[in-house]
């Protein structure tokens, strides 16, 4: 019975050594992806040159329906005189999915081209203007009233002032 009971014994742990050895693997499938790009600059240029293609890139592995955020913020350092118009501080967010980069880009691009057309119009403060075909008519609202400073006609503005 002794040597029944210790071969059973023996048995047993070499059984049990051995499962004990063998290990099954799961795999696991990890997927990542980019939802948010945040840029800050202190030139209007560098937005306006911005790489576009790059972030085609970094939301290259997004699934389309994934929701993504493209966030880009404009800090005006510089000492300009500050009597004239220019855009200074500015913070901008779009989300969409990543099927539509291509829109928020562009949308992107044409905000960051009229914030240089802002900023390098050098208008006097208060100063309004509009484009009336190929005229250009600069003007103050005053309370109630509009007061048209001056009308420019087929010149170059950026000679003028």
Do not use: H, P
């Not at 993504?68 to 913070?91: G, P, Q, R």
């Amino acid at each position: 019975m002794k040597t029944k009971n210790l071969l059973l014994g023996i048995f047993s742990l070499v059984t049990f050594a051995a499962y004990a050895q063998t290990e099954k693997s799961k795999k696991v499938a990890l997927r990542t992806a980019v939802i948010e790009l945040k840029v800050e600059a202190e030139n209007i240029d560098e937005l306006k040159n911005f790489n576009w293609n790059m972030v085609k890139e970094m939301f290259q592995g997004n699934d389309a329906e994934q929701e993504i955020t493209l966030a880009f913020a404009y800090v005006n350092k510089s000492d300009l005189d500050k009597s004239k118009v220019s855009v200074d501080n500015i913070e901008m967010k779009l989300t969409g999915k990543t099927a539509d980069l291509d829109k928020l880009t562009s949308k992107l691009k044409k905000l960051f081209d009229k914030l240089d057309e802002i900023n390098r119009q050098n208008i006097k403060k208060g100063y309004r203007r509009f484009v009336c075909g190929a005229d250009t008519i600069y003007f103050k609202v005053n309370a109630n009233t509009v007061a048209i400073m001056t009308i420019i006609g087929r010149q170059d503005i950026a000679n003028i002032f």
